[in-house]
């Protein structure tokens, strides 16, 4: 059932479709930009919005005339003409002839119940609804796709008329029936079936439209083309109404690497650029990535076993489907209770440490990794840590300073609240105090530190802490709950994370503190 040697039009509706999602909101600027994106990635067609429903989508119409694109086609999007008014009386038509662009998507009423109960027209009324309005926009010179809304349950309840507006829709010129699963609720197995019947009665021209209620958006999609559809419609992430829509970042990769299929026009990079364009659309919602996420998630190529990075290291193809720099991701061997001697070794080289599966200083190493794992740190995403660790494993970490003692204090004012850290560093020889006020108290520990050991240390400076994280991970031998907090840095364009743990939460933060410096010290006699 494989498909070979077939190109299919990748259809991307992040814009409009993808906008409908919960917590999803895109400027004018963010759809021009996105637009750019998706057209420098390879994407044929771009559902820009929906000029009618409102003024920024009207107004993202006039403003994307100002750039060129390489090679895709921008869509407007509309519906069929409203029940008792003319096509060139519609507004929403005639919003889409004031777009001036080639190509327009309509969306029609294919199922029954929703002719009867949602628009309350006759089922022949809806006929000439959708004949009249592609054929409108063709008498305007502009090619129509169609999009056959809830399709797949029309057909079911009446499949006579579920097809009959299908027929309708090529007589009056649409150049795609997209066959829509807007409810999102149709299993595979019916949804191979029926897209079958669709392809072998209409040829070469259907489309599909999925969405993710079933979780099923992208298996359905794939099992069209399949089918013989030669249109897939998506959105990147699958961002969309409800549980979303179909996932680019998925079916873009199977039809191409898997299926044998051409599913982007042109691309500098093909591919290798789909793991940044996922994250730059993450971005511009403001929405914190899936790392479980096929293909370009941050833990889509992660091993954690020992057998299976041992057996990854060994033969790639063992434990990863698909090599992940096909898709402009990596792979990530994460270092943790569980982990094996592999592991060690894999992050060693990374490090640019030169070890051996069989050296004594790896079993040491996994051996220090297990006993601070059982007393609540974490490896597997801290690898400054992790790189400290292998220092002191290997006999070669060499502190450059030791914090001696440290204290916090926090007080209320008419400002909020501030706190301020005292604290007595051994830098080299020489004994250091400092004193530091920050808007709290882990704030407060980080100004200390790096007033501290700025005139020893000046690069310091080039320094910053992006993210602070702290979880929960057990009990101590009393009553008290064990935290692990979790700091991330970047500095010197490398980002790095390191991790401490304690009953205190102020103890654990020093920790990853004082390691996350350590750590780019130490990085820095390396690459000097």
């Known amino acids: 059932m494989i498909v070979k040697s077939k190109s299919i039009e990748i259809y991307d509706t992040t814009l409009r479709d993808g906008a409908q999602g919960m917590k999803v909101n895109f400027s004018l600027q963010d759809k021009i930009s996105l637009t750019l994106r998706l057209d420098e990635f390879g ?86 609804m959708v004949y009249e309005s592609i054929s409108y926009l063709k008498s305007h010179g502009i090619k129509v796709i169609f999009d056959a809304e809830h399709f797949y349950d029309g057909y079911k309840d009446g499949p006579e008329y579920a097809l009959k507006v299908l027929k309708v829709a090529r007589e009056a010129g649409a150049e795609r029936i997209v066959l829509c699963d807007t409810n999102g609720g149709t299993l595979t197995h019916e949804f191979y079936e029926i897209t079958k019947k669709v392809c072998d009665e209409f040829g070469d021209c259907v489309g599909v439209h999925c969405h993710n209620d079933s979780g099923l958006a992208v298996a359905n999609s794939l099992m069209a083309v399949v089918a013989g559809a030669v249109h897939v419609q998506g959105t990147i992430n699958g961002i969309g109404e409800r549980c979303g829509n179909a996932d680019l970042c998925q079916i873009i990769p199977a039809l191409e690497i898997k299926m044998g299929c051409r599913a982007l026009s042109s691309s500098s990079n ?34 954690k076993a020992g057998t299976h990075s041992d057996g990854v290291v060994k033969v790639s193809r063992a434990y990863e489907h698909v090599n992940p720099e096909l898709v402009g991701n990596d792979r990530f061997i994460a270092v943790s209770e569980i982990a094996g001697r592999s592991a060690i070794v894999y992050k060693a080289k990374k490090f640019g440490l030169n070890l051996e599966k069989n050296d004594a200083v790896v079993l040491k190493a996994l051996r220090m990794v297990k006993e601070l794992e059982a007393s609540g740190k974490m490896f597997e995403d801290a690898d400054g840590s992790l790189y400290l660790l292998l220092l002191k494993a290997m006999n070669a970490y060499r502190p450059h300073f030791e914090v001696l003692s440290w204290a916090v204090t926090s007080r209320a004012g008419k400002r909020g609240v501030k706190s301020l850290c005292t604290l007595k560093l051994r830098v080299r020889d020489k004994i250091v105090t400092s004193m530091a006020e920050g808007l709290g108290p882990v704030h407060a520990q980080d100004l200390a530190l790096i007033k501290a050991l700025r005139p020893e240390y000046p690069d310091l400076e080039r320094v910053s802490l992006i993210n602070y994280k702290v979880s929960i991970v057990g009990r101590s031998a009393g009553t008290a709950s064990v935290v692990r907090v979790l700091i991330e840095f970047k500095g010197d364009g490398e980002y790095w994370a390191t991790t401490g743990s304690s009953a205190n939460i102020l103890e654990a933060s020093m920790e990853a503190l004082v390691e996350g410096y350590e750590y780019y010290l130490h990085r820095r006699e390396v690459r000097r």
């Open 270 to 303: 093909g591919l290798r650029d789909l793991k940044s364009l996922s994250l730059f659309v993450y971005n511009l919602i403001g929405m914190e990535p899936d790392p479980y996420q096929p293909y370009v998630g941050q833990y889509a190529f992660a091993h």
């Open 43 to 128: 994407i044929p067609f771009i559902e820009g919005g929906w000029p009618f429903s409102n003024p920024k989508d009207e107004e993202y119409f006039k403003a994307i005339k100002d750039y060129s694109l390489r090679q895709a086609k921008v869509v407007a999007f509309g519906s069929t003409r409203r029940k008792d008014v003319k096509p060139e009386k519609d507004e929403n038509l005639n919003a889409i002839l004031k777009c001036d662009v080639d190509y327009a998507a309509l969306v029609g009423k294919s199922w029954t119940l929703h002719v009867k109960e949602v628009l309350r027209a006759k089922l022949e009324e809806n006929l000439d």
